[in-house]
């Protein structure tokens, strides 16, 4: 393994604070355990050619969150992809306050911590915030990462009157939640109606006699 | 740091009390630092004798139930913007009550220490909460709104509401002429010659204390009794009748009657020791009732064209709109509405009638179904109808059949034109289906009660609803007493009448909840109909039916018979009869506001009291429902 190891580099100070968060072993109480969910927009799919236009992120702790400790940014961006303007309606040089990549990313370090991160087809964002990550020379994310896309599922498991599909989207569980719908395609929007997703989704697993994290992520 | 959340917090609690009157900048301060939390079903919020927490909450999803320690019962339900947990905080002690997610909940955790300062600078805040503690009340929308503390809005609806059932306010002239005591006879004719009026008020010292009328001239005046030249005093009649405004023409009429007087005077508290604001005579009376009921009865009986009554029926809809706005018992509304429907109907019949070649060639009846056999239709909705008609002999039957259905034709087209549409499952007399003679109608009876397929059932429940529009009433009673007959001899036609008062499922989970409608275009609408009216309707009937109760119709009527008859289930009986009155009173209301039928409710445009009020009746909805599974123990329900 050694053998292929990058040459180590000279990592930036809130790298190694984030990295050394890690060393700690987290709580067997699943109550005590912090979330973050979390959402990101971007100028399209591609990992290569798309960037992250903002990143929104809700903490929550005990089943609470704190309004006061979310977490809103938007990116300056070189490329801008005007087939997606209508979807999260965030213009080139719209009226927000933009910071750089690299300072975003070390926001969001500083924000989210050892947390869990959960995000609704989680693979895409945390795919999106590692390449961006990549760019700017640092490793990959190191939380441990929940998908309420995948998770959901195993709510339905016991239903054989239904075949879970395969896929389902942010609207379908809101539309099974109750949740509004309000801010949509925000980015912390979305990472709210995620947030009360996945507390509904745990609250219906919780009844399972297996249930742990472990049990999540398997 | 204002962000997307706390708006959405800011947007919600900005609805409901007291943060509904807080200035936009400390409603803003105060949603940043508002804790989201969530709470599975039956999860403690807080126990008896627990700590403080730092903040107190407003149900934002879901219900919460608060418990008494001592005596184990729930005393209150939170439901969506109601707030709890804030009088420990205030009063500095430790929980008193248990407070538990009675479903699933997301809670607004609203820190006390923002709170407070707000509250401090914010009169009305600190009063609300007074009056909440002091009341003991800390969701005054419990308990029948006993408390009512807050809002302005409710208790103004209180006073408002007329004492007498009865009707429109009367408009009295405000141009008020008056002269004082002494004023001599002469120069009060004169005044009342150049002003052309009828009537003096004779006041002293600003307040009213008699009027004159060309009455005292002609019999105190003119006959000799006092010369011209004598005061005033000594012929005004006195001492006035006074009302306070807002007096009903029902109100007026009554006190002219009863004191023998053509004028009242009305001052502005009411008594004789307040200044006069105007006088209403026997005239001004007479003219408010041009579109009074028996007006109205009598302009449609007057006419002998159709489209006239269809001009007729728009005063008609003025007439309703004026009763809910003056919040007069839906009993009484509907009544005088069904009363004005009626004869609507009749003269349409009449009118039909003149139509034909010949007069009718036997006795018939024109039945109402539905909604309308029921009187409870305050708008126009479909037509449901049928016609029977004598038995004749057999060689006769074709052509007396023909004869009604042509004559049916005419109706139901004169209906349609009046504004009944035309039923879209043609359940009209104009139907060979459903213009029959007795015989026909009996075997077609039988038929439906000993063979109670789904359809069968859905046709008894619209039928067994039938009242008399026009014509022959004994045909009718013919009719129901084969009914009951034939009922006694199938009793499992019962069953499954009950069974099918049962598929419309019940609006709510418990307690709240509404049942939305998952698509379409009524999609995020409550479909009052179908999911609050019908089961009341449907349990009504098969109740009644049981009963062998016939002539009576109309829902609630049925629920207060019902109450009557079973006397241990009175209470449930008569909330039931309530819950019928109070959706009526909302779908008219829903209805006119959105010039549709009233079925569909947008939730988002109900306040917080209408959704009280409906979930209220969902009680009463849910409790007939199990009473009916098991009197009539039906066993498939909800399929």
Redesign the interface.
């Known amino acids: 393994m050694g053998l292929f190891k990058r040459t180590p580099k000279i990592l930036p100070d809130y790298w190694k604070t984030y990295e050394n968060l890690f060393k700690d072993a987290k709580s067997k109480n699943f109550n005590e355990l912090t979330f973050v969910v979390l959402d990101t927009e971007t100028t399209g799919f591609s990992f290569e050619d798309d960037r992250i236009l903002s990143i929104g992120a809700v903490k929550i702790k005990n089943e609470t969150i704190s309004v006061q400790e979310v977490f809103e940014i938007y990116l300056k961006q070189e490329k801008f992809n005007k087939d997606t303007v209508h979807v999260h309606g965030l213009l080139k040089n719209g009226n927000r306050k933009c910071i750089s990549e690299i300072l975003a990313l070390e926001q969001f370090l500083d924000y989210v911590g050892n947390a869990i991160i959960v995000a609704h087809h989680a693979g895409f964002d945390i795919g999106m915030l590692n390449r961006a990550l990549e760019r700017h020379g640092l490793p990959k994310l190191k939380n441990t990462v929940l998908d309420t896309g995948i998770i959901y599922k195993k709510t339905l498991i016991k239903s054989y009157l239904l075949q879970p599909k395969s896929n389902y989207t942010l609207d379908e569980l809101a539309e099974k939640f109750s949740i509004s719908r309000k801010d949509r395609h925000t980015a912390l929007g979305d990472a709210y109606i995620t947030a009360i997703a996945f507390l509904k989704i745990i609250s219906r697993l919780k009844e399972k006699k297996n249930f742990s994290l472990k049990y999540l992520l398997r | 740091?204002k962000?997307?959340?706390?708006e959405?917090?800011a947007?919600f609690i900005k609805n409901f009390p007291p943060f509904n009157i807080l200035d936009s900048k400390s409603l803003h301060a105060l949603?940043?630092?508002?804790?989201?939390?969530?709470?599975?079903?039956n999860s403690v919020i807080f126990s008896v004798d627990e700590n403080q927490h730092s903040h107190f909450y407003l149900v934002h999803?879901g219900a919460v139930s608060l418990t008494n320690r001592s005596s184990s019962n729930i005393i209150d339900y939170c439901d969506e913007g109601d707030i709890f947990g804030l009088r420990p905080l205030f009063a500095n002690e430790n929980y008193k009550l248990e407070a538990r997610a009675h479903e699933?909940c997301?809670l607004y955790?609203i820190p006390i220490d923002i709170f407070k300062p707000i509250a401090k600078q914010n009169d009305q805040v600190t009063i609300f909460l007074m009056e909440s503690f002091a009341s003991n009340t800390r969701n005054p929308y419990a308990k029948n709104q006993k408390g009512q503390l807050y809002d302005n809005e409710v208790e103004e609806k209180v006073t408002k509401e007329v004492v007498l059932p009865d009707l429109q306010l009367a408009s009295y002239s405000k141009k008020l002429v008056s002269c004082s005591t002494r004023t001599t006879i002469k120069k009060a004719a004169d005044i009342m010659s150049k002003k052309k009026i009828g009537s003096l008020l004779v006041t002293s010292k600003d307040l009213p204390v008699g009027i004159i009328t060309d009455k005292d001239f002609r019999n105190k005046v003119i006959s000799g009794e006092q010369p011209i030249t004598a005061s005033v005093k000594s012929i005004m009649t006195t001492p006035v009748i006074t009302y306070p405004k807002n007096l009903t023409i029902t109100q007026a009429q009554m006190a002219m009657m009863k004191s023998n007087i053509s004028h009242l005077v009305i001052t502005e508290d009411g008594t004789p020791n307040s200044p006069a604001l105007g006088i209403l005579s026997k005239h001004d009376v007479m003219v408010s009732l041009g579109d009074n009921p028996a007006v109205l009865v009598k302009a449609i009986k007057r006419t002998s064209r159709i489209k006239k009554i269809k001009q007729i029926r728009k005063s008609v809809m003025v007439l309703l709109t004026g009763y809910l706005e003056q919040n007069i018992p839906l009993g009484l509304i509907a009544k005088i509405i069904s009363e004005l429907n009626d004869t609507c109907i009749k003269q349409v019949i009449e009118i039909s009638i003149a139509k034909m070649d010949t007069p009718p060639p036997v006795k018939f009846a024109w039945l109402a179904l539905g909604s309308q056999g029921r009187s409870e239709q305050l708008l126009h909705t479909d037509q449901d109808n049928a016609l029977v008609f004598e038995d004749v002999p057999e060689e006769d039957l074709p052509k007396t059949t023909t004869y009604f259905l042509k004559l049916s034709k005419h109706i139901t087209k004169g209906l349609n034109i009046i504004g009944y549409e035309y039923c879209p499952a043609d359940m009209m007399a104009s139907n060979p289906k459903w213009c029959l003679s007795l015989q026909e109608w009996k075997n077609k009876l039988s038929y439906w009660i000993s063979n109670p397929g789904p359809n069968e059932v859905l046709m008894s429940s619209i039928f067994f609803d039938y009242s008399l529009a026009f014509g022959e009433r004994s045909l009718l009673d013919n009719m129901s007493d084969h009914i009951f007959k034939t009922v006694e001899k199938y009793p499992i036609f019962l069953v499954h009448l009950a069974n099918g008062a049962l598929q419309s499922p019940s609006p709510t989970g418990f307690f709240r909840q509404f049942v939305v409608e998952q698509d379409g275009q009524h999609k995020d609408s409550f479909d009052l109909k179908s999911r609050a009216l019908r089961p009341l309707i449907d349990a009504a009937r098969v109740l009644i039916l049981s009963h062998s109760v016939k002539a009576i119709s109309n829902t609630w009527e049925r629920y207060e018979k019902l109450a009557e008859l079973e006397p241990n289930n009175q209470e449930l009986y008569l909330a039931c009869s309530y819950a019928t009155k109070a959706l009526l009173k909302f779908r008219t209301r829903q209805g006119l506001a959105n010039h549709d039928s009233g079925r569909f409710i947008k939730l988002d445009q109900l306040s917080k009291q209408e959704k009280m009020k409906l979930k209220r009746t969902f009680n009463a909805i849910k409790e007939i429902q199990e009473l009916i599974t098991l009197r009539f123990k039906v066993t498939s329900i909800l399929g």
Do not use: A
């Open positions: 740091m962000n997307l959340i706390s959405r917090v947007d949603s940043e630092e508002v804790l989201i939390v969530y709470k599975e079903k999803k699933e997301i955790g």
